[in-house]
């Protein structure tokens, strides 16, 4: 199935079969490219994490660099913060940022074993190997409140929802494999928008999101671009299923406007 829409500002209505918000909340959590956390004070702090990791409740722990946000951070507990996440596509596109999340709560600091294992974690996280070994302080934020808005919409998110929701498991392999589509299957996606009743937008077609429910592909320029959402038969458990359920759609499979 597929759903052609207008997307100015690179937003998209909703298909039939879609991740749930709290889904997204988490997947954001772990794998958005930017993050930003905001701390409170008579000078307001936004400090840029070195390294982030997601544990299994949803809380998050931090590397926070910075002597002014230590300090803020160690004179008092349960300090109230917002991390803001901005997910970008991996590929060139008009409006090329898909989803800003703030995440609300309340920050404290790890401290004996617990300190250990929040710097394990950290340390496996980290994209950068040597992120986790830089000077810093290792904070926990404990989630009080979510918002998201990406290009399903706008929503919020319970905390009981965010703990309980697990991120899509294509997520991790989500930027190689949508650079492999653009790069190697360009004639297959264009085809595919054609079909699904874009061609008045289809000078130029990429790939722009991708997650166990489906495929997106945007088309057209910086004035006016349109998004053409194409669902799997069935939903992907992991990477390993992905290769048949992208054959099927890309050599037997026709959209629908």
């Known amino acids: 199935m597929s759903v052609p829409t207008e997307a100015n500002a690179g937003r998209t209505d909703v298909s039939s079969r879609r991740p749930r918000t709290a889904e997204r909340a988490r997947t954001l959590a772990a794998h958005a490219g930017s993050a930003t956390l905001d701390l409170p004070g008579d000078r ?13 409740d949803g809380s998050l722990l931090l590397l926070v660099p910075g ?3 230590a300090v803020v951070l160690t004179s008092r507990d349960d300090v109230a913060a917002v991390l803001h996440l901005v997910d970008v596509a991996p590929v060139a596109v ?5 989803a800003h999340c703030w995440i609300a709560g309340w920050l404290s600091i790890p401290t004996g074993p617990d300190a250990e294992r929040a710097a394990a974690l950290l340390a496996e996280a980290a994209p950068d190997p040597t992120a ?18 990406d290009l399903w919409g706008t929503g919020h998110v319970e905390p009981d929802d965010y703990a309980d929701a697990a991120p899509d498991p294509l997520a991790g392999h989500e ?27 289809a000078d130029r077609v990429a790939p722009v999101s991708l997650d166990r429910h489906g495929i997106r592909l945007r088309t057209g320029g910086p004035d006016r671009t349109c998004d053409v959402r194409f669902e799997f038969e069935h939903p992907v458990a992991d990477p390993t299923e992905l290769g048949g359920a992208l054959r099927r759609l890309l050599h037997g499979v026709h959209g629908e406007s």
């Not at 307001?44 to 299994?56: F, K």
């Not at 934020?141 to 918002?147: A, F, P, T």
């Open 44 to 56: 307001e702090e936004h400090v840029i994490p070195a390294a982030r990791a997601v544990e299994a």
């Open 132 to 149: 986790s070994e830089r000077a810093g302080t290792v904070v926990r934020l404990e989630v009080g409140e979510v918002l998201v808005d």
């Open 94 to 98: 008009p409006h090329r940022v898909r």
């Open 67 to 69: 002597e002014t946000a």
């Open 175 to 201: 930027a190689e494999l949508l650079q492999h589509l653009a790069a190697a299957h360009g004639d297959d996606l264009y085809r595919l928008a054609i079909v699904a009743g874009a061609p008045a937008c």
